[in-house]
C-alpha cells in the first residue's frame, strides 16, 4: 500500500470515527426518558461507520440535554 492510499484510507476514515465518538458523548449526555432507551441509542451510535448516521437522523432529536447539578 502507498502513501496516497493511505492517506485517502485516513481521510476517509477519520469523519467517522469522530463522528462516532460525537453521537456516544451526545448519547451519554441525554435524557432519552428510560436507561433501556439510552443503553439502545449508545448502542446504535457505536456502531462503526453508519451508527451515528442513524443516531443523527433519528435519535438525536429524541433525548433531552441533562444538565450538571453540582
Not at 500500500?1 to 458523548?25: E, N, R, Y
Request: charged content about 15%; aromatic content about 18%.
Amino acid at each position: 500500500m502507498g502513501i496516497k492510499t493511505a492517506l485517502i484510507f485516513v481521510g476517509l476514515c477519520v469523519p467517522f470515527f469522530m463522528g462516532t465518538i460525537w453521537a456516544i458523548v451526545d448519547v451519554a449526555q441525554k435524557d432519552f426518558g428510560t436507561m433501556g432507551k439510552k443503553a439502545l441509542w449508545w448502542i446504535i451510535a457505536s456502531v462503526p461507520f453508519v451508527g451515528f448516521i442513524v443516531y443523527l437522523l433519528f435519535g438525536f432529536r429524541k433525548g433531552k440535554k441533562t444538565g450538571l447539578t453540582i
